[in-house]
């Protein structure tokens, strides 16, 4: 499964993420479907040097002409003057291999749920947190996941 495939290329590299987007929403217990693969990085450029090599390692390829270093020097500017929220990587062999590293987000300011998934444990942004981070965004698919999350909650 490719989840799997990307947590144990990120954690054979050391790299602190934490699982969100869709992925984090199904794995808290809410029914969604989805193709990418959303993680939130520790705002270091050990951690987005060692991402983006890790994912390399698997195929893929960032979809914007950047490298690591650059997405992490110019986070800001990409953030404010290019509308960029996630920094996206895909496999040219297999398009439904996506991972979407969220750049707006530091995985220092946010909790992680550790959440059994088959023989795996991963680490999964907090339901708070990842309330926060889709209240934020406020695509429609976002208010669908609160709203999701919050009758989980319940």
Same mark, same amino acid.
């Given at each position: 499964? &490719?989840?799997?495939? %990307?947590?144990? +290329?990120?954690?054979?590299?050391? %790299? =602190? &993420?934490?699982?969100?987007?869709?992925?984090?929403?199904?794995?808290?217990?809410? %029914? =969604?479907?989805?193709?990418? %693969?959303?993680?939130?990085? =520790? =705002?270091?450029?050990?951690?987005?040097?060692? +991402?983006?090599?890790?994912?390399?390692?698997?195929?893929?390829?960032s979809r914007f002409p950047v490298s690591a270093g650059e997405v992490f020097d110019f986070r800001e500017e990409y953030i404010n003057n290019r509308n960029l929220i996630a920094w996206s990587f895909s496999n040219p062999c297999d398009p439904t291999q996506i991972v979407d590293i969220i750049i707006t987000h530091d995985l220092n300011n946010l909790r992680i749920d550790k959440i059994r998934a088959g023989e795996k444990t991963l680490p999964v942004l907090a339901v708070a947190d990842l309330i926060t981070m889709k209240r934020a965004i406020g695509r429609p698919q976002d208010l669908e996941d609160i709203r999701a999350l919050e009758e989980l909650r319940r």
């Open positions: 499964m &490719f989840l799997y495939d %990307v947590v144990s +290329a990120l954690e054979g590299s050391g %790299v =602190r &993420f934490a699982i969100a987007g869709g992925y984090a929403v199904a794995l808290h217990g809410a %029914v =969604r479907g989805t193709v990418d %693969v959303d993680i939130v990085l =520790r =705002r270091s450029r050990t951690d987005y040097l060692a +991402a983006e090599s890790a994912l390399k390692a698997l195929g893929l390829e």
